[in-house]
């Protein structure tokens, strides 16, 4: 277990008044959350005292239906921009939020987990760090197996169907739906013990993995509302016929390139298929994206001389050590294969792939490039980009795996 000298006394602190407060919302908030999302639970009752509870991602407010689910109190690894400014002056000592540097190593986080649970207090995390592009549960590290191993608390897992489809991560717009939740398993501390790490981390990756379609087609369930396939550019940015990047356009429920590829999506999250369209769902394009940009690698990191591709109108700012400073309104994003132009007037800054130690995108317009453990250059956009585009080029060029 990883050492971070903690203060149990410090760590402590206000959680019977966090515990107070997640009463309250579960009583007085929860019927109404419940009801705007039609959620359900399945019963369950959670036998151990202190414990890791570890979800899929699929909704912003997973964290909530988590503690609704299991109408226990934990508390919650998330963003440290949640931590900070007004939200940080609400949040932590209403939840005692456990944060973690999108970008950075997650050493210092995991020392939190872990002092927090030897201090008694339970901690409820997402392990995939982002809510599901495409409907499949995300890779989840291996390290969060060793870490729940060697915790000495229990561990949960649970699992939410039916959010993704609810509001996928690229919608514009949230459906009418359902959507429920489930304790998977309770694994006890004796349990853990007398399991591999491989084991554990194959028990985790079992219980947590939901393919939103296969669940829908099960179910027969529908998810009704307006525009159902504006904002799937931010995610479907390779046509599988043209294989242009950043060229597929949506409006209302329909889905084009210019190239003739069409399809209409339907309110069963699954796609009524037009000319040139060859698959049924988002999943299976995006799979089609992963192994596309693995297999090209090699191919576009001689793209030195001429783009990759680019878009403009991006917010841009740096963040070093922690301090906010805002560098344009309009900045341009331009990626090589060798390196990430950004330019605005009178500024240009080059980042070359090997010094990109991170990216990684949050929401659906954010994207970020951690250079070194001080430096962070974070990209809003201000219109419909793919910011999933370059989060996926970074790491075939990079060589990091991506499938």
């Known amino acids: 277990m990883s050492s971070m000298p903690q203060d149990n006394t410090r760590l ?22 419940n009801l705007i999302f039609h959620i359900k639970y399945k019963p369950c009752k959670v036998r151990s005292k202190t414990f890791l509870a570890l979800g899929n991602h699929t909704q912003n407010l997973d964290p909530a239906f988590l503690v609704l689910g299991t109408r226990r109190h934990m508390r919650f690894v998330a963003g440290s921009t949640l931590t900070k400014g007004v939200a940080g002056f609400f949040l932590n000592p209403l939840f005692g939020i456990i944060p973690r540097e999108k970008g950075a190593k997650g050493d210092a986080t995991i020392a939190r987990i872990e002092a ?11 392990p995939e760090g982002n809510r599901s592009w495409d409907g499949e549960t995300e890779f989840i590290p291996p390290r969060t197996a060793r870490m729940a191993k060697e915790s000495g608390a229990a561990l949960l897992t649970y699992r939410f169907t039916g959010g993704y489809l609810l509001r996928p991560r690229w919608a514009e717009h949230r459906r009418r739906g359902p959507m429920r939740g489930e304790l998977v398993h309770e694994y006890s501390p004796e349990e853990l013990a007398s399991m591999t790490e491989e084991e554990v981390y194959q028990a985790i990756c079992r219980d947590l993995s939901v393919n939103a379609y296969e669940v829908q087609a099960a179910q027969g369930t529908c998810y009704r509302g307006k525009a159902l396939a504006e904002g799937l550019q931010y995610a479907a940015y390779l046509c599988p016929h043209c294989q242009r990047l950043g060229s597929i ?27 040139h369209m060859p698959f049924d769902n988002f999943a299976q394009w995006n799979r089609f994206q992963k ?11 001689l793209f030195t001389g001429q783009p990759i591709t680019s878009d403009e109108g991006f917010q841009l700012s740096r ?21 990430v132009e950004l330019s605005y007037p009178e500024t240009h800054l ?9 990216c990684g995108t949050f929401l659906s317009r954010n994207l970020f490039f951690q250079c070194g453990p001080g430096t962070r250059y974070h990209l809003t956009a201000g219109h419909t ?6 989060y996926a080029l970074w790491r075939g060029l990079s060589g990091r795996e991506y499938l």
């Open 12 to 33: 402590t602190k206000g959680v019977a008044f966090q515990r107070g407060v997640y009463a309250f919302c579960r009583i007085f908030i929860g019927p109404f959350v």
């Open 116 to 126: 927090n649970l030897k201090a008694g207090i339970s901690v409820g995390m997402f």
């Open 249 to 275: 356009r949506t409006q209302g429920d329909q889905i084009r390139c210019d190239c003739g590829l069409s399809a209409r999506y339907m309110e069963t999250g699954w796609f009524e298929k037009g000319d």
């Open 291 to 301: 192994k596309w940009i693995h297999e090209n690698g090699p191919r576009l990191r």
């Open 319 to 339: 963040v070093e050590h922690g301090v906010r400073t805002l560098l344009s309104e309009n900045a341009k994003l331009v990626l090589y294969g060798d390196r």
């Open 350 to 358: 080059v980042l070359r792939i090997e010094q990109i130690s991170g």
């Open 385 to 390: 980009v793919s910011t999933l585009k370059y």
